[in-house]
């Protein structure tokens, strides 16, 4: 591997093997002394193609993850793979591809099918929950809290390259916004996921048109790792729900399947959204969320709002 992208490949092997991890088109040039013009030109330069002519890719690659979301000159989303890709000093005889040790993709779409699903589609959306689109509506689009996600760093505040102030987060913001405009509580065994992507980008990590809640064994098939298909179903089931698309994102085409797919009812839709979240928070003062509305302010405030108590 080039030396060039060595302190890319050293950033995400430090970070968790089970989340995506993004870095801006800025921090990328920081990191590895400036990207090639093509880097911001193709997608195709991001592809994950396992090969030594491509250093960049064996950077993320041999640290087991793979390239879910690329917004040319903005972002991009490396995600988890099942297992990291090591290479090797020089082409070997081989006696065949070798033969993993199970198959996670195909034992998920035998045992759905078994259960009655057709395909993994049809059991992703008949377990997927979206928030009300009449709930989502009141944000108007924005996010809830000014977060973006930095586990190691959680709790503490940050300014990003474009001099954005945010606070430090590990997945909970997200969740609690979630939770608290459904007004409900998590269950047992489910995760809840970025539809877009690129947590950190603070005006779509805590957005509530970008989330969505599955079961915990459905989750893995939401980062496109494995099941690209699973997050244009996603995209496009959000677009359909709420009219949104983060900015530079192309408008998602409807799955082939789409019009056959059963869904769940959403959470009953809350009569003030802004009331529900502002009660939450100040009945959690010692949440992220509440810091980060206090010091920075919220969808519904014009800037820090000390309403909501000191924890």
């Known amino acids: 591997m ?27 040039d920081a990191l590895v002394g400036g990207l090639p013009p093509s880097a911001r030109a193709y997608r195709s330069w991001w592809g994950d193609t396992f090969s030594h002519n491509r250093p960049h890719a064996l950077a993320w690659m041999t640290t087991g993850r793979r390239v879910s979301e690329v917004r040319l000159g903005e972002a991009v989303v490396f995600s988890p793979a099942d297992a990291p890709t090591k290479p090797t000093a020089q082409a070997a005889p081989t ?28 059991a992703v959306a008949a377990h997927t929950v979206f928030l009300h689109p009449d ?11 000014r977060l973006v996600r930095d586990p190691a760093r959680r709790g503490t505040f940050d300014t990003l390259p474009d001099g954005t102030a945010v606070m430090l987060d590990d997945n909970t913001g997200p969740t609690l ?12 065994d489910v995760q809840f996921n970025h539809v877009w992507g690129d947590p950190k980008n603070p005006k779509t990590y805590t957005a509530l048109w970008n989330l969505c809640a599955t079961p915990a064994f459905l989750a893995k098939t939401t980062d496109g790792a494995n ?6 179903l996603l995209r496009y089931r959000a677009l359909d729900l709420y009219g949104q698309l983060p900015e530079g994102e192309e408008r998602p085409e409807p799955p082939a399947a ?7 009812e959403p959470p009953e839709p809350v009569d003030d959204l802004e009331a529900t979240i502002r009660r939450r ?27 909501i108590p000191e924890a």
Do not use: I, M
């Open 135 to 145: 709930t989502v509506a009141q944000a108007a689009g924005r996010a809830l809290f």
């Open 227 to 232: 099941h690209p298909e699973v997050v244009k």
């Open 281 to 307: 928070l100040c009945e959690a003062p010692k949440s992220r969320p509440a810091a980060s509305a206090r010091r920075l302010g919220w969808a519904f405030s014009t800037g820090p709002d000390p309403s």
């Open 258 to 264: 789409y019009a056959g797919l059963e869904w769940p």
């Open 177 to 188: 916004g979630f939770l608290w405009a459904a007004q409900r509580v998590k269950g047992p």
């Open 95 to 122: 006696r065949g591809a070798p033969t993993p040790v199970l198959d996670g993709v195909g034992a998920l779409a035998a045992t759905l099918e078994r259960a009655g699903y057709a395909t993994v589609l049809h």
């Open 2 to 28: 080039s030396d060039k992208y060595e302190p890319l490949r050293r950033e995400l092997e430090s970070a968790s093997g089970e989340e995506p991890v993004s870095f801006t088109f800025t921090e990328l």
